[in-house]
């Protein structure tokens, strides 16, 4: 058999000025680094070392990345896309991977470790970059299922010649149909039992995808796992998504997420991973007129599924005009009190002879029209506002906090719901009720 023909190559920035050049048909289709690759050139000088035993080794990608993911003290530098290995650094390090060993599959695409899941609708502007930061990442052994929803900018395009480039990639193009529709095509052909989510608009840490997989394959009862996020680009982030973000990172833990999870979305979407054959269990992802990844936490909720985070930031989440919270009606308060008013009823509220909602502002004024259309057994408001106590809403009396035990010791199974908007209200509600003996997601839950 002929040899492969000698290509040769530039290597901007090699670690020995003397290897700048160096054949590609000498990169091994498996390489590895080991303590035996190591002492093999000790009697060599450290330049010649370094260019017979690692820089071939440097010129894969992969052994790159694992190289910085074994060895810390190589002196990492990231930005919001990228991670950038110190060279001067490195040289002075190498002999901390004497007792590693790293090797190449022979096909990381045979079975992917997680699937990526990545609706992309018109999202030409900033494809490369998100698609960037997949690659980008420490773990390699991942596709991505992009789903064109039918676009009609560049996005068509660009997935193409990603795709074209790294056999990982998976397009699937559909008329537009819309997320919901895009997501469930979308999972539907991720082979992997794990799912990342991820939005063609944002940037992945890149640790991201090793991390999640990792806390998910060591934690087996943990059905979905998010991180914590970071808003970009900084001067155009409003103040309202950076207070909901704000919210959203001090909720990490599985209590922290449910006991919260009737007042916001307490997930980021593109931040999570999960595992797909619970989702798909309950039906994937469905439309009901309200946002699709809340109404996917709150069914998971009720069906007993266990939610954590990474404490740390694996997502940069664009805030931009276009995006879908900001231009679909389904995320309209309204719409979001009627998803929960729907769960409230078939669980917490399930069972209960009395609702009692503290608030009888706006926003309590707002819910209890769907808890009652859903037949919820309203029977009474809490309000400290002296204008508002003494008075009806929907049939039910406005009460000082002071009644709420005369009223609570009337019935056998009641449940307040605090339903304050106004920002440090639900503090406050959390204080006094709590002081007063009444239990957090027992006796009372917060949903504003």
């Known amino acids: ?83 950038i290995v110190s060279h001067e650094k490195f040289s002075g390090s190498i002999m901390s991977l004497a007792s590693k060993e790293i090797s190449m599959p022979d096909d990381i695409t045979a079975e992917p470790r997680i699937s990526v899941l990545m609706p992309c609708y018109n999202a030409g502007e900033t494809l490369d970059e998100t698609m960037q930061s997949l690659m980008d990442q420490t773990l390699l052994e991942f596709e991505i299922v992009a789903v064109d929803d039918g676009s009609e900018d560049s996005t068509s395009e660009k997935l193409a010649a ?85 919210w959203l990172n001090k909720l990490v833990d599985h209590n922290a997420i449910t006991r919260d999870i009737f007042v916001e979305s307490p ?46 930031i694996l997502l940069y989440w664009r805030e931009h005009p276009k995006r879908l919270t900001r231009t679909d009606s389904r995320y309209s308060v309204e719409n979001f009190l009627r998803a929960k008013a729907r769960y409230l009823i078939q669980g917490p509220l399930r069972g209960r002879d009395a609702v009692i909602v503290w608030g009888a502002g706006q926003m309590g004024r707002r819910l209890s029209k769907h808890l009652v259309r859903g037949e919820a057994p309203l029977v009474a408001f809490v309000d400290i506002d002296p204008n508002k106590v003494g008075r009806t809403r929907r049939g039910a009396p406005i009460i000082p906090p002071e009644a709420l035990k005369e009223w609570w010791d009337r019935f056998s199974n009641p449940v307040v719901l605090a339903a304050v908007g106004s920002r440090g209200a639900r503090a406050l509600i959390r204080e006094n009720l709590c002081s007063r003996g009444f239990r957090e997601g027992i006796d009372w839950w917060a949903v504003a």
């Open 267 to 312: 997930l980021a979407h593109p931040s999570v991973a999960f595992r797909r054959r619970r989702v798909e269990a309950l039906g994937g992802y469905q439309e009901f007129g309200w946002p699709e990844d809340y109404d996917l936490w709150l069914r998971l909720y009720l069906d007993g599924a266990r939610f954590e985070k990474i404490p740390e």
């Open 1 to 83: 058999m002929p040899k492969p023909a000698t290509k040769l190559v530039k290597r901007p920035g090699a670690i020995c000025s003397s290897a700048r050049m160096i054949p590609t048909a000498s990169i091994p289709r498996r390489a590895s680094i080991s303590r035996s690759t190591i002492s093999s050139g000790s009697r060599c000088p450290r330049s010649r070392l370094l260019r017979r035993s690692l820089v071939s080794h440097l010129e894969s990608k992969w052994v790159a990345r694992r190289i910085r993911a074994a060895a810390p003290s190589l002196g990492r530098k990231f930005n919001t896309a990228s991670r």
């Open 162 to 246: 990603w795709s074209g480039k790294d056999g990982r990639v998976r397009v699937i193009t559909i008329a537009h149909a819309g997320i919901i529709p895009a997501l469930n095509i979308g999972m539907e052909a991720c082979r992997s039992h794990l799912v990342a989510r991820m939005d063609a608009d944002d940037v992945a840490h890149p640790e991201r995808l090793e991390r999640q997989v990792a806390y998910l394959e060591a934690n087996p009862d943990v059905t979905v796992v998010g991180s914590l996020v970071e808003s970009f680009p900084r001067d155009g982030v409003r103040e309202g998504f950076q207070i909901y973000i704000e």
